[in-house]
């Protein structure tokens, strides 16, 4: 006989099922039957203080993990308190499940309390939701929403439960894999390349003499790393990692020339300008990347991989588009390259084009004017520093804005999985819950939130979470009394009318405000005190802790291609821009 359990015990069973190790959550009325038999399950729930927060964090643990995060939440604001972050998952393509409680069934349209229409509202931010209308559909929504959400290109998805479909019950079952496929008729993604394909992106690599990697989030989605690092190595091409890649081809690698983009590496930037391939893997021709598209890499023909098809031209026509999951694919390219060398076929001369590349290398590396004795304190340098006293395997997440670029610059990433940030979204307030959610997937690890003091301000409740439920983590906040990156943009372009971005200097009290919330505030605000306040902050494991940096205001990011320009008119640090005629 089939045992009857109320549909509340079905998801968390489900859940159960599902591997699932950690929920982050907020408890309301809607969704309470489900946190009853939370309390006797496996899975350990992180209570956040603020549903947004709880969002942010399953993208934290699913960055580093590789597995989906799980947020569960109640109706009505709880809900729409999600939206951000879905949306931030879904542009950056992390693998996340909602849970959402709803009211019951017999109540859904008269407008009752905390009633919202939470799929009709998520639509356009998940890859897949649900209304379930019934306890008997909690298994197989379950299942569904695992499964489209970590297979092909992952993406959050949303399952919202009425309150009676958790109260009533069901006979229990678990769906079979081909259950859940079948169910599922119109989803079959994509993951190996087509054989003609491959073979023709071969023959374009073999032939070009100014080819470029370009390497995107997908790499990181896909676990393809290694094979990243096999192809480059083989064909002897440099590799451009996006800002959703850092860290996929390492910082110390020979032939990495770091981040192309807005902000991007001058000689990444151009080398994308000038040559004659792009291998495009798991990267999607953001305008963050291509500047203005109609003068983005006019010689080059493009190789593209993506195993989502809708990225086929969507931005750039893809002289070679290649629709498959960028592991399989860029092995199948390896091993149909070493079939044309093993053949005989000679690789066309690469070496005038990796002479120019490494002269721009060696005149325009990152850089920064620093600070004289008693002046204000640079931002670079205490991201510089913050890498030269990291631990080995250290995470680091960021909000967004200058700080988010001068932590893409300046710290070294030669690791996958230790950069988490929003790429597509740029939503602010994301670092310190993102931060707490990687910790809890990598607790054995130091994990830095660098932020700034807008951000900051936006999600920084979320520290007592770390206080209270023992994820110790640790925050660079550089504190320049500004929205830094809106300020910049008014001072090039706005003749320096300073609209609404001066946040106060004093105001809050960020080390109070630290400790208030059971960390360990510190205050610098001089070059000396910047190492010796991260070797403190090194050394506390028990506690999160805030340094706040007081950085100069007046620091821009450089280099910076302005929004809608083309790559070509990129605008270089100052002390390097009487040199612009060499990347031409």
């Known amino acids: 006989m089939a045992e009857r359990i109320t549909g509340a015990e079905a998801l968390i069973r489900a859940l159960e099922h599902e591997d699932v190790e950690l929920i982050f959550g907020y408890p309301g009325g809607c969704i ?124 959050p998805t949303l399952i919202d439960v009425p309150k009676d479909c958790l109260q009533n019950e069901m006979e229990w079952y678990w769906p079979t894999d081909q259950e859940v496929l079948d169910s599922l008729p119109g989803y079959r993604p994509n993951v190996k390349g087509h054989p003609r394909m491959i073979k023709e992106a071969a023959r374009v690599i073999m032939g070009s003499e100014r080819p470029i990697i370009y390497a995107g989030g997908g790499i990181l989605k896909s676990r393809a790393a290694e094979a990243l690092r096999e192809l480059a190595e083989l064909i002897d091409s440099y590799v451009v990692t996006t800002l959703m890649a850092r860290g996929a081809f390492p910082d110390n690698h020979p032939l990495c020339l770091g981040m192309p983009g807005m902000h991007g590496n001058a000689t990444a930037v151009t080398a994308m300008q000038k040559a004659d391939l ?20 006019p010689e080059a023909k493009i190789i593209h991989v993506d195993i989502d098809p809708a990225e086929q031209g969507k931005v750039r026509r893809p002289d070679v588009p290649i629709v498959g999951d960028a592991k399989y694919v860029i092995e199948e390219i390896i091993s149909e390259i070493k079939a044309m060398i093993a053949a005989g076929t000679v690789q066309a001369d690469t070496s005038a084009w990796k002479s120019k590349v490494s002269g721009w290398r060696e005149q325009f590396p990152m850089t920064y004017e620093q600070s004289e004795p ?50 597509g979204l740029g939503t602010m307030g994301f670092s310190i819950p993102a931060a707490i959610g990687a910790k809890a997937a990598k607790p054995e690890c130091d994990v830095w939130a660098v932020d700034g003091d807008g951000c900051f301000q936006m999600t920084a409740q979320e520290l007592v979470t770390s206080t209270v439920e023992g994820l110790p983590i640790k925050v660079a906040l550089l504190n320049n009394s500004y929205l830094g990156m809106v300020r910049q943009w ?88 009487d040199r612009a005629e060499a990347l031409k």
């Open 32 to 155: 309470l039957p489900a946190y009853d038999p939370l309390m006797d399950s496996s899975i350990r729930h992180i209570l956040v203080r603020h549903e947004q927060g709880a969002g942010h964090m399953a993208e934290g643990y699913a960055h580093v993990s590789g597995k989906p995060g799980v947020a569960m939440v109640t109706s009505g604001p709880a809900a729409t308190n999600l939206v951000t972050p879905l949306m931030d998952a879904y542009m950056d393509s992390v693998p996340m499940v909602a849970i959402t409680g709803q009211v019951a069934t017999n109540a859904i349209g008269t407008d009752a309390f905390q009633e919202c229409d939470t799929v009709g509202i998520t639509r356009s931010c998940t890859k897949h939701n649900e209304l379930v209308m019934s306890a008997d559909d909690i298994p197989m929504a379950v299942r569904q929403a695992f499964h489209i959400a970590t297979t092909g290109r992952p993406g």
């Open 278 to 297: 792009l291998i495009t893997l798991g990267a999607r021709f953001d305008d963050r990347i291509t500047g203005k598209v109609d003068a983005f890499a």
């Open 374 to 423: 008693g002046a204000a304190l640079k931002p670079q340098y205490c991201i510089e520093e913050l890498n030269r006293l990291a631990k080995p395997h250290t995470i680091v997440a960021s909000g967004v804005g200058q700080h988010q670029m001068y932590t893409s610059q300046f710290f070294e990433f030669d690791e996958p999985y230790t950069w988490v940030n929003s790429g």
């Open 490 to 577: 008014q001072e090039m372009f706005y003749d320096e009318r300073y609209s609404e971005v001066y946040l106060n200097a004093k105001v809050p009290d960020f080390v109070m405000w630290a400790e208030s919330m059971g960390c360990v505030g510190i205050l610098v605000e001089s070059p000396e005190e910047v190492g010796p306040a991260i070797e403190k902050a090194n050394s506390i494991t028990d506690r999160s802790v805030v340094i706040e940096f007081r950085t100069d205001a007046s620091e821009l990011v450089f280099p910076m291609v302005p929004a809608g320009a083309s790559n070509d008119e990129l605008i270089l640090h100052p002390t390097q821009q």
